[in-house]
């Protein structure tokens, strides 16, 4: 067996940012086949690890490990696990909530090989995840084109921009946001954006609700806040991304898809605090990727709930083609001896 010395890459968010820059429909195809992986089995996707603090009840900094299978040796697979924080707090300071880092695994050895700068990772995988739950769950219906963003932060600029990046467009975009200044602030992104729906900030959730037949949850909301089944009479297609925003009643009144149904159901998400509620999962109509092979239907006559925990394989799936086109641009930034002790006697 030849001995390789394991080399380890630092790829920082300008190169991440670059990297996916303008490529909203290649990742949405990335993030499409990361799930179809992950249903038919060739995935490692253990539950998420909540660090939680006594002293910092808002804050909380997520393990999502992973492995994305390649092929009977691990070729082209790759293990890793993303680390990533969200302080709420910080949004107040002018910060960004949520940070992280991904590091990148070799499946034949284990060596780390690359660290990733994550939130862009993150943003931009949530945003063609969503992106392509709209697009799948919307086939058969009235095509949306009046859309609400409830949360103004950076996953809804992000998804805003998959959702225009995959030809998605609207006659009308509405904002709301507990902040005035938030919500200002991004209805003057949409503007510079060249968006050329009608964008509108309306003062309250509900107002919007009624507004929108897309809703697009984007919220740090750790409880749920909207509770009167009767705002969704129209029917809309819900892009649940925050998860705890909708009360139980609204979960069970609608037609529920997830990414994942064990990860989605647990930590008091929405669909989790309905399950608690009825004591069963009878209101889950299926995953996001029983609806892309046909084995589950979209009614056109009711409310759709798409409510993704997150996968770590999928922001696995966009850091590999991340590390692979800094890569191949030469633009590696190597940290020499990194792995020091590489000698199992020493000398």
């Known amino acids: 067996m030849t001995k390789h010395n394991p080399t380890f890459s630092v790829i920082s968010g300008r190169q991440v940012q670059h990297a996916l820059s303008g490529q909203e429909k290649l990742v949405t195809e990335i ?5 179809h992986a992950h249903g038919e089995g060739r995935t490692v996707n253990p539950p998420s690890y909540f660090l939680q603090f006594p002293d910092r009840p ?4 997520i393990a999502l490990p992973a492995s994305l299978g ?10 890793g696990l993303k680390w990533i924080s969200s302080f709420p707090e910080n ?9 992280a880092v991904l590091i990148l695994n070799d499946p034949r050895t284990g060596y780390p090989y690359a660290c990733l700068e994550s939130s862009i990772i993150s943003a931009s995988r949530t945003a063609a995840s969503a992106a392509l739950a709209a697009d799948r769950l919307s086939r058969g219906r009235t095509r949306p084109t009046k859309v609400g963003f409830v949360g103004t932060g950076l996953i809804a600029r992000y998804l805003h921009t998959y959702l225009a990046g ?9 904002v709301h946001d507990l ?11 949409l503007e510079r954006s060249g968006e050329s729906g009608r964008v509108t900030v309306h003062d309250t959730v509900d107002e919007l609700i009624r507004a929108s037949d897309l809703v ?3 919220t740090v909301a750790g409880t749920p806040y909207v509770t009167d089944p009767e705002l969704f009479a129209h029917h809309p297609l819900v892009l649940h991304v925050s998860l705890r925003d909708l009360a139980p009643e609204i979960i069970l009144d609608s037609v529920n898809y997830v990414d994942d149904v064990e990860h989605c159901l647990k930590a008091n998400t929405s669909p989790h605090l309905a399950e608690q509620l009825t004591g069963n999962r009878d209101f889950i109509a299926g995953t996001l990727h029983d609806v892309m092979t046909g084995r589950a239907s979209v009614p056109t006559d009711r409310t759709v709930v798409f409510s993704p925990f997150g996968l770590g394989v999928l922001d696995l799936a966009v850091s590999a083609h991340v590390y692979d086109q800094v890569s191949r641009g030469g633009d590696l930034q190597v940290v020499e001896d990194f792995f020091h002790e590489m000698n199992r006697y020493g000398g």
């Open 31 to 35: 993030i499409e086949a990361a799930y």
């Open 58 to 61: 808002t804050a909380r900094i």
């Open 70 to 79: 390649g092929g009977e040796n691990g070729d082209d697979g790759v293990d």
């Open 91 to 99: 949004v107040a300071s002018g910060l960004p909530r949520a940070s």
């Open 166 to 174: 995959t030809d998605w467009s609207f006659d009308e975009v509405g």
């Open 179 to 189: 902040s005035a200044d938030h919500a200002a602030g991004f209805a003057d992104y």
């Open 216 to 218: 697009v949850f984007a």
